[in-house]
């Protein structure tokens, strides 16, 4: 009998003995058996032979686990995935392309198409091809490339009749978007939209020296510029002429366009013109000094053209001025709101450059207003103060007439002159009440008055602004020029009851305000008057015959006036109080300074609640 192996005395303690009547056979159930195991039967399986128990959670496992793709971004990227969407983006590209091709409409008729022959001379190119009339043209240069520029006849008159270079404008924007789509089928997609953008240069524009020298656009000896060359200047390289010229009749947008339009030039390099030719007032040296003389002669009057923005020899209009102007605040303060402090104080400085050189008034103007603001200064002097205790002079400037408020309560009216006369006395007494003890208050208020300027003469007649100030203090800007109502004329010039007189036109004044049809109807016949409305609107649409010498001398004397009220208001007030929704208002912050008048808070506007607009 062989030994036998005796456990029982063990004392391992991870020896687990199984009882010898254990059953280590599976139950049927535990196999998924559910029928009998027969051959014959619909139920046999053959599970029980190929069943493999669960590995050992202590071992290892046999096969290797699967691999999981890497994570980032090297982990998304397969050349599989790659290659379909090269294919898709290719695809699309095809698509689009093809889309723009069909849909492209080739029969639309540019501004002006004119691409000469290689072969035809230049006395057959102006005998055949050569425009008859300012406009934009299309021309092919040696390379076979599509481009544009604008041609005006040398012997055609400068500056373009009213109207005229705002036509001449659209056609370049028309003309340019053509050209661009056509150059872009020759070239890929994103050389084409990087044209795009505020302030981007159009490529496929050509100067008009340019387009001469190269053949072109014909040239001649005969320049017909109508300009004499100033003997020992040489021509300007590049300049910025502003033709003063608008149907509008109010002289402030005027003079805000031609301020600005001055520090443009000297930011651009350009030299600078103002043309009088048509301008409603008048003569330009009639007003204002005549500008400083840039040192070079002007451009010829074809090579002055209304766009693009980089043409050579750039001339704007009131109408054709903010198109430029918008682009150029974009470049100094990017693409923000129009509104924004940035956009605000470039184009601030821009004025304010202008007003500098050119806000000088002709002599006999100077001199009156000079006068006047030592005067309004002295009456400010309180005695034995050695103008340490001074009163407070507050310039208050209404604007009426066919200028309306832009708060809302107000739109269709005017502001009330009780507004302006309380703002002003806040700022008074505030300003009095910091300027020493009890005494010295009380003879810095007595000293303190109003400097009233308005387009209106029955607002000098008003009794709130007459009590605006301490003691009833109230002056005019000035006296020299002023816009008289109808009792004040009959009153200066009152009829000869004794005699008989020809029948006369009744006067008629100023009442309520500047208003555009009296403007364009001064010195004309009473049949002009009646049709005041009628003129005005077609002032905009058709260049008008042009004024009498009486006329031009009457508009002459309105502008004299506006512009002596503003010189007065900025040099001998503390402080201004006006309504931002007339020109007038903007263009005394520019004279100001930005450092006094937003800064320090001297310029007040009373129109909501508006900041400084620019033009």
Not at 70 to 79: A, D, N, S, V, Y
């Amino acid at each position: 009998m062989p030994p036998t192996l005796d456990l029982s005395t063990t004392t391992h303690p991870k020896m687990i003995i199984s009882p010898p009547r254990i059953n280590l056979r599976r139950a049927a159930s535990y196999n998924y058996d559910k029928g009998p195991l027969s051959s014959t039967s619909s139920r046999f399986s053959f599970n029980h032979l190929v069943f493999s128990p669960p590995p050992s959670p202590g071992l290892p496992s046999l096969s290797p686990p699967p691999k999981r793709p890497p994570k980032g971004f090297t982990g998304f990227i397969r050349p599989r995935r790659v290659v379909r969407l090269v294919l898709s983006i290719l695809v699309i590209l095809v698509i689009f392309r093809g889309l723009s091709w069909l849909f492209e409409n080739h029969s639309s008729p540019p501004a002006l198409q004119w691409a000469p022959e290689k072969h035809l001379s230049l006395e057959m190119l102006e005998n055949e091809a050569k425009p008859k009339s300012p406009a934009a043209v299309a021309i092919t240069d040696k390379n076979g490339q599509s481009k544009w520029t604008v041609s005006i006849p040398q012997t055609h008159e400068f500056p373009l009749a009213m109207g005229g270079y705002a036509r001449l404008c659209a056609e370049c924007r028309e003309l340019s978007d053509k050209i661009r789509k056509e150059n872009s089928r020759d070239h890929s997609l994103t050389s084409s939209y990087l044209e795009f953008g505020f302030g981007s240069s159009d490529s496929g524009f050509i100067d008009v020296r340019d387009a001469q020298r190269n053949g072109y656009i014909p040239s001649s000896e005969q320049d017909g510029r109508g300009t004499t060359q100033e003997p020992g200047m040489p021509l300007c390289t590049k300049s910025l002429t502003v033709v003063l010229e608008s149907a509008d009749a109010g002289i402030g947008s005027t003079l805000m366009m031609l301020w600005t339009a001055y520090g443009l030039a000297q930011k651009e390099g350009r030299a600078f013109f103002v043309d009088d030719t048509r301008w409603a007032y008048g003569k330009y040296s009639d007003i204002f000094q005549s500008p400083p003389s840039p040192g070079c002669s002007p451009p010829l009057n074809h090579e002055r053209i209304p766009c693009p923005r980089q043409a050579r020899h750039l001339v704007v209009t009131k109408t054709t001025f903010q198109k430029v102007f918008s682009e150029l605040i974009v470049d100094q303060a990017g693409p923000k709101d129009a509104f924004t402090v940035s956009a605000r104080k470039t184009a601030f400085s821009l004025a304010r450059k202008g007003h500098d050189v050119l806000f000088h008034l002709n002599k006999d103007d100077g001199e009156y207003v000079d006068a006047r603001v030592r005067d309004l200064l002295s009456k400010r002097i309180v005695p034995k103060t050695k103008g340490k205790q001074d009163g407070v002079a507050v310039g208050v400037h209404i604007r009426r007439g066919d200028r309306h408020p832009f708060e809302y309560q107000y739109r269709d009216s005017y502001i009330p002159l009780e507004n302006y006369v309380e703002t002003a006395s806040s700022l008074i007494a505030d300003r009095v009440s910091h300027s020493g003890g009890s005494n010295e208050s009380v003879s810095a208020k007595d000293h303190s008055f109003l400097i009233v300027a308005s387009d209106d003469p029955m607002v000098y007649e008003n009794s709130d602004v007459k009590r605006g100030a301490t003691k009833g203090s109230m002056y005019p800007a000035q006296d020299r020029i002023r816009l008289a109502s109808k009792q004040a004329i009959q009153k200066a010039n009152p009829p000869d009851k004794s005699v008989m007189h020809k029948f006369s036109e009744e006067a008629f004044g100023w009442e309520g305000g500047f208003f555009s049809a009296m403007f364009w109807n001064l010195g004309m016949g009473p049949a002009s008057k009646t049709n005041a409305n009628t003129n005005a609107v077609n002032m905009a649409k058709a260049a008008p015959p042009p004024p009498s010498q009486e006329t031009l001398r009457l508009r002459s004397l309105v502008g004299r006036a506006y512009v002596m009220d503003l010189a007065v208001l900025s040099d001998a007030s503390d402080a201004i109080v006006c309504a931002v929704s007339s020109v007038g208002c903007r263009l005394l912050a520019v004279m100001m300074g930005w450092d006094s008048a937003i800064e320090r808070g001297n310029w007040v506007n009373i129109d909501g609640g508006y900041g400084w607009l620019g033009v």
